[in-house]
């Protein structure tokens, strides 16, 4: 379900569709059709016709828009579908793309705690590893272009000490620039490897979420190959390869192996 705010605004939505920024909007989709588009995707999911909500705002997805609450209202639809794995997929691109937004990171993780109590049921074991890495989680509240900007300040501010410091002359002053320079490095470093973390840089390929349950974790590329293990909804994953309708993912506990693409989606 819902938190109660994401339901508000949702509401709000209906009423104010035409003031959404079409973001990434490409042709032959115009702003008038991307307004329709919206605007009927919400009046559907209010009728609870959510099979047409889905297939507005995926719509406007496979149009080139993106935007947090069209991933917002997609995510939304799919959980109340019970397609948890692809309501997490976008609920994560619209925390990433709006990390304040605290009503999609609440039904995100809903989610992700209804295919855990899923599997718990079924198999007695935890939930599915879903969560983001230690190092991009440290950074959660900020998006990807508010890292970058912080990491060009930290940097101007780094080099506005150096050149203060070779400048100073009172010994207080040098003192106190001094520790301000290791600690502007410090927290520039650990910046500078969130920003990395969060575009990929020390995995092996792109970050996705497993979208089917028990997918099955094959030794090839190929129905025929055995099986190694399985895939969960909502498991986050690596794509290592891809091999035409087969993709090598990477999962947490060391499993590796082939899923079938459509399983899997890159986030």
């Given at each position: 379900m819902m938190p109660r705010a994401s339901l508000l605004r949702a509401a709000l939505f209906v009423a104010a569709g035409a003031a959404l920024p079409c973001v990434g909007l490409v042709a032959p989709v115009s702003a008038q059709s991307f307004d329709t588009l919206f605007r009927e995707g919400n009046e559907a999911f209010f009728r609870g016709d959510y099979a047409s909500?889905?297939?507005?705002?995926?719509?406007?997805?496979?149009?080139?828009?993106?935007d947090p609450d069209v991933h917002y209202n997609l995510g939304s639809t799919y959980a109340r579908q019970g397609r948890h794995g692809r309501a997490i997929v976008e609920l994560e691109r619209a925390v990433r793309l709006r990390?304040?937004?605290?009503?999609?990171?609440?039904?995100?993780?809903?989610?992700?705690?209804?295919?855990?109590?899923?599997?718990?049921?079924?198999?007695?074991?935890?939930?599915?590893?879903?969560?983001?890495?230690?190092?991009?989680?440290?950074?959660?509240?900020?998006?990807?272009?508010?890292?970058?900007?912080?990491?060009?300040?930290?940097?101007?501010?780094?080099?506005?000490?150096?050149?203060?410091?070779f400048f100073a002359a009172r010994e207080r002053v040098r003192i106190g620039l001094g520790v301000a320079a290791p600690l502007l490095v410090v927290v520039l470093a650990t910046t500078g490897l969130g920003l990395l973390s969060r575009r990929g840089a020390f995995a092996e390929g792109p970050t996705a979420i497993v979208v089917r349950d028990d997918a099955p974790l094959r030794e090839g590329p190929r129905e025929e190959a055995s099986g190694r293990a399985r895939a969960l909804e909502g498991e986050r994953?690596?794509?290592?390869?891809?091999?035409?309708?087969?993709?090598?993912?990477?999962?947490?506990?060391?499993?590796?192996?082939w899923v079938a693409a459509l399983d899997v989606v890159e986030l």
């Open positions: 909500a889905a297939a507005r705002y995926e719509a406007l997805e496979e149009a080139g828009v993106e990390p304040s937004d605290e009503g999609a990171r609440a039904a995100r993780d809903a989610s992700r705690a209804i295919v855990g109590r899923r599997h718990a049921e079924r198999e007695g074991e935890a939930g599915v590893e879903a969560g983001a890495p230690v190092g991009e989680a440290r950074f959660a509240f900020l998006s990807e272009d508010q890292l970058a900007a912080l990491v060009l300040a930290l940097t101007l501010a780094l080099s506005g000490v150096f050149f203060a410091l994953c690596e794509v290592m390869s891809r091999d035409g309708a087969w993709a090598r993912v990477r999962l947490g506990g060391g499993r590796e192996g």
